[in-house]
């Protein structure tokens, strides 16, 4: 006779009801879910928002052509710039094809989000002082995200309804002592390092946000410490820095090299700084 | 949860596909176009001027 024994087949060991699993799963989504926000909220900050950005500057730009269309051009009246609209073009050939950009009055985060903006306070352009200008550098077009690619004596050109005027950015750290302008070149005339109060004012500077000095009549110096017939014309751009941050700012300086008045008749003619 | 709501969808697997679809570009939008607009300022990620 023969015996077998026989193993009952066994079932898998009963799941363990876990109250425990549904919630780790839950939790997990729930991680990965936000990760995905965050990478969507970088997604909106660098290229949403210049999205939105570049249909506010065409919009600034078409308003300010056809404000210089209907009312022609008095060379000996200033520009008056309206809060949040815009008044001048910026050229910056040294960085490509992104320029022009209409610059606007104020640096409020609305009127930044249409374009570089103009600190209201400052001088306007060509006048005495220091015409101070912020931009985005990431996000919102940015701009000035390249600001720190320029090179002394590379052009800064402000239009106007009557007046092209290009500023050129002062020697840079390290170029100051010793500077030769007959060595530089054509490119460079007009630019040298500016004595006296202006000592230390540098074509490029990381400083902390809280410095506002440097835009500043004579950037540094208090204001009304130095008279106004003293001042140099210069133009001052600020930005982010690092990019993708706010813990800086970059500051460009320039100084005014050149002035063309515009002709009504010919509105084709541009400086020669700006290219072909 | 994504599991719960794929169980509550209505219809058969094609459907749900679609309505699946849709609701994710339906909070797309409500971040991009609602949310992060009135989050952003409050970040410190992008202010370029001088305080």
Redesign the interface.
């Known amino acids: 006779m023969v015996t077998t024994t026989r193993i009952p087949a066994q079932s898998p060991p009963p799941e363990r009801p876990s109250r425990l699993r549904p919630v780790l799963?839950?939790l997990g989504?729930?991680c990965i879910t936000l990760g995905l926000?965050v990478l969507?909220?970088v997604f909106?900050?660098l290229r949403?928002t210049s999205w939105f950005s570049a249909r506010e500057q065409a919009r600034a730009t078409e308003q300010l052509r056809q404000r210089w269309q209907h009312d022609p051009a008095d060379a000996e009246e200033p520009v008056d710039p309206v809060a949040g609209e815009g008044f001048a073009r910026l050229h910056v050939p040294a960085l490509g094809p992104d320029f022009p950009f209409t610059v606007l009055e104020g640096?409020d985060?609305s009127t930044?989000s249409a374009g570089p903006?103009h600190?209201a306070e400052s001088a306007l352009p060509g006048q005495r002082g220091n015409f101070a200008v912020?931009?985005?550098?990431?996000?919102?077009m940015a701009p000035?995200a390249e600001l720190d690619e320029l090179e002394s004596c590379d052009a800064l050109v402000v239009e106007t309804d009557s007046q092209w005027y290009v500023y050129r950015v002062l020697p840079l750290r390290g170029e100051v002592d010793g500077w030769d302008p007959e060595q530089r070149g054509r490119r460079c005339s007009g630019v040298a390092p500016i004595g006296g109060p202006y000592q230390g004012v540098l074509g490029r500077t990381v400083v902390e946000?809280?410095?506002?000095e440097?835009?500043n009549p004579v950037p540094g110096q208090p204001r009304g410490t130095v008279p106004e017939q003293w001042r140099s014309r210069l133009i001052t751009l600020?930005?982010?820095h690092p990019r993708?941050?706010?813990e800086k700012?970059m500051i460009v300086h320039g100084v005014l090299t050149k002035r063309y008045p515009k002709v009504a008749d010919r509105p084709e003619l541009k400086p020669p700084e700006l290219g072909r | 949860?994504?599991?719960w709501i794929w169980r509550h969808l209505p219809g058969s697997v094609p459907v749900k596909v679609v309505q699946a679809v849709v609701l994710v570009a339906v909070v797309?939008t409500v971040?991009?176009f609602v949310v992060?607009p009135w989050?952003?300022?409050m970040l410190?990620?992008?202010?370029?001027?001088?305080?």
């Open positions: 799963r839950g989504e729930v926000v969507l909220f909106y900050e949403v640096t985060q930044l903006g600190y912020a931009g985005h550098r990431a996000g919102r000035f946000p809280t410095r506002r440097v835009i600020t930005t982010c993708y941050s706010a700012r | 949860m994504y599991a797309v971040l991009l992060f989050v952003e300022p410190p990620f992008t202010d370029p001027t001088l305080e």
